[in-house]
């Protein structure tokens, strides 16, 4: 058990162009979860899957986000057309689910700023 | 979007002294968690708890579970340079999988 590892740790993209990033869980958890953080704030939540399942998603995931877990497994988080206030800290997360559920274990994170 | 209020804001506190913080919200949770963060690193669990008026130690770390299902705060007894970092509270509605973070308490030890 490696943990949850996300790829790349950084990332610099310029304004208009796409990004994809991506997120390998702990390989026994089932539900996987995307959160975005901004400097001085708590993560804020995106959107979670369970297996393969994407089973909520948050109003701040506009229509240039998409998220993707295709074989239950890793999952992509894709930004298109990114923008300055893109820039942010994106949190991969995994867990069994169940009554432990909430016990997430999150990734490094992937820094992204848009220049 | 959504989150909770979380205070104080920021802590610099000497060596050896306990530390107590917070957090409420307007909305009943079910679940509420404990996470600490340190820079460049993702949030790691300190505590999670489950039931309304449940009170649950991690060395030296202690968190209640509010009665009201409203509140909850995190106490470190005798803090030592580690324990450096923003910790945050978390609560969930329900076992959907969601959390709503505070906006997270900086804590800074003096040797």
């Known amino acids: 058990d490696t943990g949850v590892s996300q790829d790349p740790r950084h990332k610099i993209t310029k304004r208009g162009q796409n990004v994809t990033f991506r997120c390998d869980p702990i390989?026994?958890?089932?539900?996987l979860y995307w959160y975005r953080q901004t400097l001085g704030q708590g993560p804020e939540f995106l959107t979670y899957?369970?297996?393969?399942?994407?089973?909520?998603k948050s109003r701040l995931l506009s229509d240039r986000f998409s998220a993707e877990r295709p074989k239950g497994s890793f999952s992509t988080l894709e930004i298109q057309r990114t923008e300055q206030g893109d820039s942010a800290m994106y949190l991969c997360?995994?867990?069994?689910?169940?009554?432990?559920?909430?016990?997430?274990?999150f990734g490094s994170g992937t820094r992204l700023t848009v220049v | 979007g959504q989150q909770l209020n979380q205070s104080p804001q920021s802590m610099f506190i000497q060596e050896g002294e306990d530390v107590s913080m917070n957090c409420t919200s307007s909305?009943?949770?079910?679940?509420w968690l404990w996470y600490k963060q340190e820079p460049g690193e993702g949030p790691v669990l300190l505590i999670a708890?489950?039931?309304?008026?449940e009170l649950t130690s991690n060395g030296r770390l202690t968190a209640q579970f509010g009665i009201t299902r409203k509140d909850s705060f995190l106490n470190i007894s005798a803090s030592i340079p580690s324990d450096v970092g923003i910790y945050f509270c978390a609560g969930a509605f329900n076992q959907g999988g969601k959390l709503i973070f505070g906006q997270g308490t900086e804590l800074s030890v003096k040797p």
């Open positions: 899957f369970q297996n393969e399942a994407q089973l909520e």
């Open positions: 708890l489950y039931k309304a008026g």
């Open positions: 390989s026994e958890h089932n539900r």
């Open positions: 909305s009943i949770f079910n679940t």
């Open positions: 997360a995994s867990s069994r689910g169940g009554q432990d559920g909430y016990g997430y274990t």
